[in-house]
């Protein structure tokens, strides 16, 4: 600084400098300057029948599980944004859970193989093709029968049939399909007793559904399917079917029925034979000994059975996971003939193919101990993973060590992959070809819906290749090029016919089944209890949202809270209230269970849902290898198993009993959860179908003065905000803009509203994914996403805060549409609860209490009746969230959408997903539910385009297309040709929070409960 | 400097940064408006459109049905010049002379390899922030012609960013109206711009989820 004089006079040159530096930077910082200049590529020659910047679609399979649902996938400029169902498909009509949305984060993993790769001094390096060809060429010369041996994860249709073709053509030895997360015991027993594998399950027909263990909407079967059935008959309300429960623990399945009796885990045979005296069929037990064995009364059972034989037809279903699951398939099997459902509830004629034959974990580990006796020379395995998904019992990590030579070709790098010789990465199933039949004589079709992302090759072409030169195959025997043209002879109508169904990706005709493939039979052993020695049982559950594991790797599977338990990015062992007490647990405490077989240590969370004497855990977590979003979250369940099989060779999930004992530590529960009770505020709100009949509006809660609740009128103004006094009141056409209804633009015309029926929804969460992949959303969980609260007192110093859904914790989830989940009743620990799902998302208020607290304008209500976030005049003062009273305002507290942070959500190639419609939001911004405003604006374009107006239910919004419920009804609320605009006139019909005066767009139709007869809930 | 002076330092810095914002907010100085980068290829738009009479949407051909207006393929060039190439022969009174734009676009596409030829790298010059969605194909349909935007681009030897694309620039347009009229003159339509000299501006809705989401 200059020292100060009193002789000089006016400014110096070196201040004048200084300030106009200041100001120069200032002015240059606020001008920005230029953008960064960037560069137009163009296209070598323009691929045909695409227009840049306008989508194209193809009608292709989701192989994320076995169901076989046909999805379109919208491609972009040459990449896949969005996956959505084909609603022509007939398995899944068009609608498609969250896994199969998470799909393309499959094909877009960060951490897939890039390339193929070869184990070099104990590391798999990178490879080029023709090196780990040769490689694999030369071990497999001189190889033959047995010796060689094929691994792979089913997929219905034709690649199973390819590889068996291919081992027995070449004389090599067995090909086994395994499959985690079928339910093996249901299908040798549906093979049998019905002729079908799986049967179609007409949830419409019946009056009564009965469900042991059978958890068909987690993913048990053909989940898809089976929620659009179970989901309309719901919505027959007054006659729908009654829905009852048996099972220990309460899944998402359980959460849905009207009734949850809590059987000891290991008595489901017991109570099944049982019923099936009951129901006039030959069985050696009575509802005495049932009661007895299951923990029940036999008054309990006794109104089942009377209930079950009073009310036709019924459907009565099967998905025990204990070691005698096979009996208690067959026995309900036979109740079903008894009680004459078969043909009626029961479909056997309308069967999905998609299933079997596969092989259980039993033949696994049989082959596990012939590979230990140095019997194997060569393993090839594609998609499945042993390693991660058997016991450790089974030792088949330390069996694949002695084989010398094991192939992958896995996509990712799993925990079985990693132990491989060779990985010759397949494509995803979105590059690929394939056939299945997933309903008698339909076929569809599988085809690439854009370049492959990385240097992988199809496995059916790397297999024909090692056939053609090198191995003793007769040069005839294998004369196609690639699989495509394998494939080809196999279509009805070769290529031409191939052609016609790329269309809708649909054909007629059928697939020969896999002949001679080994397939599970149903068991005979005889029903045992569960051994081992502690006070609880342990049940072990697949997880809805991430399966047997596979969808560990995706970070919108992680990120999407357990339907159930609303944790994410975790593993968790569910307590009942009482055992909890007993043992000084409270949420989030660790806990040890030990079985025989080994332990794991988790936080617990307390859940009214299991009994008092069983604890349960999900998998799916656990990983240790399977890429950075999967690797080192939570446990693996499968760690506390042994290695128990049920009669058809499948891993016995419940098979033990176990030791539970408070640990040292505690991990925060990462949940998106509040309260899982509504305190009285009417939030998920439920009438029973009684009160319907009588034309009992339900649960009112609070009246308001004013319009009706229901109205909708066109435009902008809820009635409440019309009665503006003042200044305010002005109704000059100049003061109005676009808000006058005689404005030119007409945009005053619409209201869009949707309307959401909680007598369909069933908490599945698929529409949560939904809106994450279309509206660009950040998952925020991941362990480097997260930023420690007070940044120099982190663990080690560095203001990271490494734990998995650290961001969570604090609340900063992103999630635009999250389902809440309400529990009532059941507050003494015993009696039976019942539970509401509600999803919440920004509720598009009339008169919204955010709005006016913005200063900057950043937020208003558009004439078409959108509340608007506009991003870019966001200063992120955060006043509007804390004046919604949804919570549904989301902050992005740091800049997930920007590649130079750690905490970007989208590592490359992730961010080929991004919907370039919609924009990527930047930090210090508020963010929300736009009601899909893109797709608004997209109809709106292409009706004018093609000169005519919008057409009523033209589009919908990425929720309601997806919702495998058809819970979700958007559209324009003031023009009565839209079904929204009749839904919202339901008898059932309410606003959440509607004594507030927000006049919400979005409207809620009461859940209708079936309680049993004399019941009050 | 005196101790009492140097404060006055701060009132002025406050007073000239709020000059520079000011200027920056309504000069367009924040806009990339004259932006005239040098592209790879030395494109000639006025022997194309002057010359040749081809229409905007031969090359820019999804303008009219897509929001992306679509910028050529290679092929699309190598359709013509293929057998166009940089050695014109003397024709009649016009002289023999080599064509220095053909030769940079041959560097990326020899004629008759298509499997050696190149992307063009173009230098971006219209660029909307991303948080905005501008259409093409609306406004195309809506008879604004390219040159009320893009400028006289069928004179420019060098393509420049004519209008500043800033927010005010666009929404003036859509609360005042387009003038068929002065859209045609633009583009040197002057029958044209006679013949629609009475139609009545046409509007545009204005509301920022229009473009804003």
Redesign the interface.
Known sequence: ??P???E?KG??RR?FL??LG??GA??AS???G??Q??????????PDQT????STHYATLCRECSAGCGVVAEVRDGRAIKLEGNPEHPVNRGALCARGQAALQGLYNPDRYRGPMVRQNGQLTAATWDNALTLVRQRLAGQSGSAVRFLSQHEAGSFGLFVDQWMSGLGYGTHYAVDAEADLAVQAANQAEYGAVWPALDFGAARLIVSIGADFLDGWGASVPQQLSFAAARAKLTDAPRFVYIGARRSLTGLNADEWIACRPGSEHAIATALLGASGGASGTTLAQAAEASGLTEAQLQRLAEELSATRPSLVLAGASTPDASLVAQAVARINRALGNVGTTVKPAEAILSFGPTVGARELEALAREMEAGQVQVLLIRGANPVYTLPKATRFAEALARVPFKVSFSSYPDETSELCDVVLPDHHALESWGIAEPARGVLALQQPVMEPVFDTRPTGDVLLELARDGTPAAPGRFPWMTYREWMTTRFPGGAAGLTQALANGLGQGTLPTRSGAPAPAPGTQAPTPLAGDGDFFLVVQPSPVLGAGAGANKPWLQELPDPVSKICWQSWVELHPSVAERLGVHNGDHVTITTAAGSLTAPAWIYLGVRPDTVAVSLGQGHTAYGRYAQGIGVNAVDALGAVWNGAGQLALTQARARVAKAEGHSPLVSTEGSARQHGRGIARALTAAQLAAGVPGEVHHEFPGGPPTEFEPGLRSPAANDAVGELSRTDPRALG?YDPEH??Q?TARRWAMTIDLARCTGCSACVTACYAENNIPTVGARWQGRSLRPFHSADGSGWDTRPGANILKGREMSWLRIERYFEGGEDGESDFETRFLPMLCQHCGNAPCEPVCPVFAT?H???G?N?Q????CVGTRYCSNGCPYKVRYFNWHGYGEPARRQYAFPEPLHLQLNP????RGKGVMEKC?FC??RI?EAE?VA??ENRALQPDEFTTACAQACPSRAIVFGDAADPNWTVAHQVEDQRAYHVFEELNTFTAVVYLQKVNHPATGGTR | MSRRRSWVLVPAFFAIALAALGLSAYSGASSSQGFAPLQPVDFPHPVHVQQLGMNCLYCHYSANRSPDPGIPAVGTCMGCHTIIGPNRPQIGERAAFRSAPLDSLHRYAPPGQPTAWQAIPWVRIHKLPEYVRFPHMRHVNAGVTCQTCHGPVQTMNRVYQFASLNMGWCVNCHVRGYSLSEGLRAAGDTAGARAAANEAPRKARYDCSVCHY
Do not use: F
Not at chain 1, 51 to 54: F, R
Not at chain 1, 917 to 920: A, E, Q
């Open positions: 600084m200059t100060p004089t009193s000089t400014v110096k201040d200084k300030v200041a100001a200032a002015s606020i001008g920005c230029q953008e200049v960037e560069a137009l590529i163009p296209y070598l020659v323009s227009v840049p910047g306008v676009m030119w633009s945009m208003y558009s004439p078409d959108l608007v506009v991003y870019n005049r419609d919609v924009t990527v736009t405003v893109q604006r374009n004018r385009l």
